[in-house]
């Protein structure tokens, strides 16, 4: 890592929430270098731009296959020289040339308490099975989908008769505060991932860290 501390860049999709609680916690240790998309108007790349944070996107109709597309997408990263990349609502698969660059370099956040609930509409396919608990999870990417050695998860009790719309803010109250800490870990050398094992404070982790919604305020 530079001296100037961690280089980050974030990919994303949409909203920018998780994003918007990344640039808020960032210190000495870690920046946010650059945000990238795959979407011209994502909100993501209007937030960053308010914070005077570049932003670039990649848009997959410009491309001939997912190859190229993944290929542009990674020489754009590329250029920011980032220590570290978050997926944060990156809502492509990725293929080999962008995660290959990156391994052990790169982190995603996941609306659910992985194992469980990969994929999509997380909040409706909680709630429909009746689950009692529900959360995030932060873990390193491989090319599996929402897949990689689990680092943290923000785990939550759900509420009889929850709506979906309150069980997904609770839900992202707990990545904004989850995320944040990850990459303070990552940034603060104590996070690295070696040969498919997490390392945390030199130690493995057998099973991610979990903090509970209580403790998140
Ligand atoms: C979050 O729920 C994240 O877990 C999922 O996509 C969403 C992104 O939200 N992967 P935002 O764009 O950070 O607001």
Redesign the pocket.
Known sequence: MKDSGCRIVIL??????????LAAAANADWRIVAVGSDQRN???LAKAARRSIPGFYREPAAYPNREAHDAALAAALKTYAPDLVL?????RLLGPAMIEPWTERLL????SLLPAWPGLH?HERVLAAGDREHG?TVHFVTPELDCGPRIIQGRLTVHPGESVSIL?AR??RL?HYIYPTAVGWYAGNRLKLEKDRVILDDRPLINPVVIEETACV
């Open positions: 994303g999709s949409g909203r920018g929430s998780n994003f918007e609680a994502a909100p993501l997926l944060a609502g990156y809502l995603n956040i996941h609306p997380t995030a997904a839900v992202l990545e």
